[in-house]
């Protein structure tokens, strides 16, 4: 099976930075586009930004200009540098991935279970 690991959520200032990362593991053999969505309490899931395995990104439009996903192909890894963050970005934040396993022949979607980003005011 395939599984995502998040890393690097915690309490920040208002104006401060954050990295996240979520790495891939488990029978691999290949990553279309990852991605990162984030929850805040009483709200819907929402995608934050994406990636393809090309390097293709899109962003929400709350996040733009503050916000960079990148990933690393070879280690099977995406990331999100947060800046300039605000107290609505306060949100549990998930990582997902469209992969293939090495014995499937089709991509499915997986989730890792989150990491916690709390902005203070």
């Known amino acids: 099976q395939v599984q995502l690991v998040e890393s690097g959520g915690g309490l920040v200032q208002a104006g401060g930075s954050l990295r996240l990362s979520c790495v891939a593991s488990?029978?691999?053999?290949?990553?279309?586009?990852m991605g990162w969505y984030r929850q805040a309490p009483g709200k819907q899931r929402e995608l934050v930004a994406a990636i393809s395995s090309g390097g293709t990104t899109r962003y929400a439009d709350s996040v733009k200009g503050r916000f960079t996903i990148s990933r690393d192909n070879a280690k099977n890894t995406v990331y999100l540098q947060m800046n300039s963050l605000k107290p609505e970005d306060t949100a549990r934040y998930y990582c997902?991935?469209?992969?293939?396993?090495?014995?499937?022949?089709?991509?499915?979607?997986?989730w890792g279970q989150g990491t916690l980003v709390t902005v203070s005011s």
């Open positions: 997902n991935a469209d992969a293939r396993e090495a014995t499937m022949p089709v991509y499915l979607e997986r």
């Open positions: 488990g029978s691999i053999f290949s990553i279309n586009t």
